[in-house]
């Protein structure tokens, strides 16, 4: 068995921002965050040369060092899906997923690199295959496109960085969630909301089961847009306006959330539908996640408490006083970076 590594460089590698965190481990239970880093990007890097200078920047920024680095990946064109399928080794249901996309997935992936896994459940075993006798059971399944890691890999070569796992950033979330809040990953159902620059995911989890994984067609970019179209005003006005609670912007944010908090509703309908469990709360996260305003409408649409959460809340910081309130600033964006790091630390 590998040996787990004390520090890891856990790597958020968004469309429109690089995020990282170097986190320490201390014992079984103690973890301390040394150093962290976020570079906007004006426009997703398409090749590997371009990459690798802004991730060079990113981990010079950061400072500090790590012998491994996690990456935790979010593109359009990401593959996350949940199929239920006859108990299959998972190299073996891999290349079946790879040659007959289209049949098990609907979708081609001849130009993907896959994974799978089983996934672990609390509820009894999935419909039987008709004429069989033999039950289905879930797997999760996520794919990104060959070129796409080849570009990335490229990219991280050039840093010198040793890569240890890359990621798909929404099971990053979801490991990240584990870390900090691992008795709700442990006992009961949840609900994450993770709004990103162009589009936002949402998952529910219970008992350690991930149940429902979606991607929904809005995110932060969508919805300053639509807020600044709606006021007429600019971005720091509509911004500073939302900070203020001001009435005529919180009621502009009513309608700009209302893809999200509709799909929201619908996704928690589906779960509660199907299983004898309750949601009772959300978990959001992302840039939006920052305005107690944007929470409160989200709150108050979707019926239920939307809060933001930090994944790093557990550990310990030990930063230079100057990058302490900066850290705390920035801290609710880098749950992916952390959820990266969390699962070459064995953390599950």
């Known amino acids: 068995m590998a040996k787990v590594p004390n520090s890891v460089i856990g790597v958020d590698l968004g469309q429109y921002a690089l995020k990282s965190v170097l986190l320490q481990r201390r014992g079984a239970d103690r973890f301390i965050v040394s ?26 920024e950061m400072g500090g060092s790590a012998k491994v680095c996690a990456v935790g990946i979010s593109s359009p064109d990401a593959m996350i899906r949940i199929i239920e399928q006859p108990q299959t080794p998972p190299e073996i249901l891999r290349e079946a997923l790879r040659l007959n996309g289209m049949m098990l997935l609907n979708q081609e992936c001849r130009s993907f690199v896959l994974d799978c896994d089983l996934i672990e ?45 890359l990621q798909l950033a929404p099971m990053c979330a979801f490991n990240a969630f584990e870390f900090a809040h691992p008795e709700i990953f442990n006992n009961r159902a949840f609900f994450l909301v993770d709004i990103g620059h162009t589009s936002s995911t949402v998952m529910v989890g219970s008992k ?5 994984v979606r991607s929904i067609d809005c995110g932060g970019r969508v919805l300053m847009e639509t807020l600044m179209a709606l006021s007429g005003e600019s971005r720091e006005a509509v911004s500073m306006a939302l900070e203020q609670e001001d009435e005529l912007m ?18 928690i309908g589906f779960f509660e539908g199907r299983r004898e469990e309750v949601i ?34 557990n550990c310990e ?25 969390a699962e070459m630390f064995q953390v599950r």
């Open 35 to 60: 150093n962290y880093a976020s570079r906007a990007l004006a426009a997703p890097v398409t090749d590997a040369e371009g990459l690798a200078v802004e991730l060079k920047a990113l981990f010079k």
């Open 121 to 165: 459940s609390s509820e009894p075993a999935g419909e039987e295959v008709p004429n069989s006798g033999v039950a289905r059971l879930k797997y999760l399944v996520g794919g990104v496109p060959r070129a796409e890691v080849v570009r990335i890999a490229e990219a991280l070569d050039k840093t010198g960085v040793s890569v240890g796992k």
């Open 208 to 212: 350690r089961e991930l149940v429902l």
């Open 250 to 267: 919180v009621e502009n944010a009513r309608m700009a959330l209302a893809v999200l908090t509709r799909e929201i509703g619908s996704s």
């Open 280 to 313: 009772d709360r959300i978990f959001v996260s992302g840039a939006p996640a920052k305005s107690k305003a944007l929470l409160k409408v989200m709150s108050e649409e979707a019926r239920l408490p939307c809060e933001s959460w930090n994944a790093l809340a």
């Open 317 to 341: 910081v030990m930063l230079a006083s100057d990058r302490i309130a900066p850290y705390h600033a920035a801290v609710l964006d880098l749950n992916v970076a952390c959820g990266a790091a």
